[in-house]
């Protein structure tokens, strides 16, 4: 199916433990973004990236790594999860000329 | 980082009445975006507004893209309840984001049968 999909939806892991979210985009779009979602600070920009092999830092890029190796794939590695990781993180990509974003469904994480 | 001002946070009506919400914002932008959000899942674009004073509609729904170009409205006529779900605004900054949208708080919207 065309569109933006994540993987997994929904993970819970530990503390200290590696994780990996991915993202995949049908549509050739050359930017992809990762956010996460929080009450009380609704959605804060991670990382984004503008080509494959081109990433940037947003707001909030301290403890995650992202790589960007082909167009459709975008994914986010936590190299060690900490408890203030737990958060819903989506996917976004978009076309070169536009700034309309389009959204995955979202990965809800759990670190305990 | 730039700043959006989203009001009301929540909303409790009636199905059939009509809604508005807004976005404010002390810095220029040059595009207004609006999208929903249902329950477990990620936000939908609804509207994307390009211009000052622009005016467009989506079904019910119609945005406007504020004439300083700092703000941005939304209203939703004659509500009926699969309307529930937050609403967020988002812009870009005219000069200084590059790539990057800010996004309002959202405005959580129950509609009461």
């Known amino acids: 199916d065309a569109g933006i999909t994540q993987s997994p939806r929904y993970k819970i892991t530990e503390t200290g433990r590696q994780v990996t979210l991915m993202c995949h985009q049908t549509?050739?779009?050359?930017?992809m973004f990762w956010y996460r979602q929080d009450l009380g600070h609704g959605l804060r920009l991670i990382y984004y990236s503008a080509a494959a092999d081109i990433t940037d830092k947003g707001e909030v890029p301290d403890g995650y790594v992202v790589s960007r190796s082909k167009t459709e794939n975008f994914p986010l590695t936590l190299e060690s999860a900490t408890r203030s990781q737990t958060s819903v993180y989506f996917c976004?990509?978009?076309?070169?000329?536009?700034?309309?974003?389009?959204f995955g469904p979202g990965t809800r994480l759990t670190v305990t | 980082g730039q700043q959006l001002n989203q009001s009301p946070q929540s909303m409790f009506i009636q199905e059939g009445e009509d809604v508005s919400m807004n976005c404010t914002s002390s810095s220029i932008f040059n595009t207004w975006l609006w999208y929903k959000q249902d329950p477990g899942e990620g936000p939908v674009l609804l509207i994307a507004?390009?211009?000052?004073?622009e005016l467009t509609s989506n079904g019910r729904l119609t945005a406007q893209f504020g004439i300083t170009r700092k703000d941005s409205f939304l209203n939703i006529s004659a509500s009926i309840p699969s309307d529930v779900g937050i609403y967020f605004c988002?812009?870009?900054?005219?000069?200084?984001?590059?790539?990057?949208?800010?996004f309002g708080e959202g405005t959580q919207l129950t509609v009461n049968p």
């Open positions: 976004a990509s978009r076309e070169l000329s536009s700034y309309e974003q389009y």
């Open positions: 549509w050739s779009h050359s930017y």
């Open positions: 988002a812009g870009r900054v005219r000069e200084t984001s590059g790539s990057r949208l800010t």
């Open positions: 507004l390009y211009k000052a004073g």
